[in-house]
């Protein structure tokens, strides 16, 4: 079973930024896909952002984030991070990193195998 802890959420102001940083255990880390989602009060959990396996680094994001957001990963480091900028109010939720075994480009919640258990990022405008 492969642990995930997220950290580096926290309050920002519209227009500001925030790494969240996804340190995952267990092997092969290279070949799992790495997914970011968030999941706001009173909302269903919501993909967010995902890289594949390190063989292709193909990422994908979802629109509202595309263009602010950039998701990276560190083999060396069993790490991926999400480079959150110019944040907006409607970006306030609670952020989950997954992970996906077979490593495949997949947006959906219920194709992952593993989760963290969250970091809160707040927007204030």
């Known amino acids: 079973q492969v642990q995930l802890v997220e950290s580096g959420g926290g309050l920002v102001q519209a227009g500001g930024s925030l790494r969240l940083s996804c340190a995952a255990s267990g092997r092969p880390f290279s070949r799992y896909a790495m997914g970011w989602f968030r999941q706001a009060p009173g909302k269903e959990r919501e993909f967010v952002a995902v890289i594949s396996w390190s063989g292709t680094y193909t990422t994908n994001y979802e629109d509202s984030v595309e263009g602010r957001f950039t998701i990276s990963r560190d083999n060396a480091k069993n790490a991926v991070d999400l480079q959150m900028n110019n944040l907006k109010p409607e970006d306030t939720a609670v952020y989950y990193c997954?992970?996906?075994?077979?490593?495949?480009?997949?947006?959906?919640?219920?194709?992952?195998?593993?989760w963290g258990q969250g970091t809160q990022v707040t927007v204030s405008s």
């Open positions: 997954a992970c996906r075994r077979d490593g495949a480009i997949v947006v959906v919640t219920t194709a992952y195998d593993s």
